[in-house]
T-cell receptor, first 115, second 111 residues
Framework: ETGVTQTPRHLVMGMTNKKSLKCEQH?????MYWYKQSAKKPLELMFV???????ENNSVPSRFSPECPNSSHLFLHLHTLQPEDSALYLC??????????????FGEGSRLTVL | KQEVTQIPAALSVPEGENLVLNCSFT??????LQWFRQDPGKGLTSLLL?????REQTSGRLNASLDKSSGRSTLYIAASQPGDSATYLC??????????FGGGTRLMVKP
């Protein structure tokens, strides 16, 4: 138990569906992240939020839309996805005091399959 | 652009061996380096975090070293056990809020 909880753990959706991934951290951290892990590729940073402000958007297609309503919750809204978007989506959090200076804690991930 | 390389990509050893996993990075201007473990289909578990001003960190049978000037880190696992079987990932944090991951080393420890 890392203190970072992701739901759902598994999601299957069609290309025309709209769904959301949820991440919640119970660590009192101020920064939260979305990563994508595809087969045989290194983890790719998608979004970074620090104190609920987006500080990084790593050239992610607009069919992925993040939302950070408060420092404990992070969402990834999905719409009109492609089969190549099938991957493990990992959420992480880190303490405040400047993004990049603290240890990252990851959730268990949400396994997404796009049909 | 930071690039992180992990060698070897896969490693199989008998139980009890001491082993070394390697991580190299191209841009030495890092804030910190973190080693993770990932079991199949699961998230990442943090093993060790080394700040840029540090040379090494130890936790139990694990020891991680950092040589920033040469762009290298090693993870040493002493007396390996079958339960150590997993993928080990290193990641470096640069300015611009970028955490870059290596491709990982898939470790199998045979009983």
């Amino acid at each position: 138990e890392t203190g970072v909880t992701q739901t759902p753990r598994h999601l299957v959706m069609g290309m025309t569906n709209k769904k959301s991934l949820k991440c919640e951290q119970h660590l009192g951290h101020n920064a939260m992240y979305w990563y994508k892990q595809s087969a045989k590729k290194p983890l790719e940073l998608m979004f970074v939020y620090s104190l609920e402000e987006r500080v990084e958007n790593n050239s992610v297609p607009s069919r992925f839309s993040p939302e950070c309503p408060n420092s404990s919750h992070l969402f990834l809204h999905l719409h009109t996805l492609q089969p190549e978007d099938s991957a493990l989506y990992l959420c992480a959090s880190s303490p405040g005091g400047g993004v990049g200076t603290g240890e990252l804690f990851f959730g268990e991930g949400s396994r997404l399959t796009v049909l | 652009k930071q690039e992180v390389t992990q060698i070897p990509a896969a490693l199989s050893v008998p139980e009890g061996e001491n082993l070394v996993l390697n991580c190299s990075f191209t841009d030495s201007a890092i804030y910190n380096l973190q080693w993770f473990r990932q079991d199949p289909g699961k998230g990442l578990t943090s093993l060790l975090l080394i700040q840029s001003s540090q040379r090494e960190q130890t936790s139990g049978r694990l020891n991680a070293s950092l040589d920033k000037s040469s762009g290298r880190s090693t993870l040493y696992i002493a007396a390996s056990q079958p339960g150590d079987s997993a993928t080990y990932l290193c990641a470096v944090y640069n300015a611009g809020n970028m955490l870059t991951f290596g491709g990982g080393t898939r470790l199998m420890v045979k009983p």
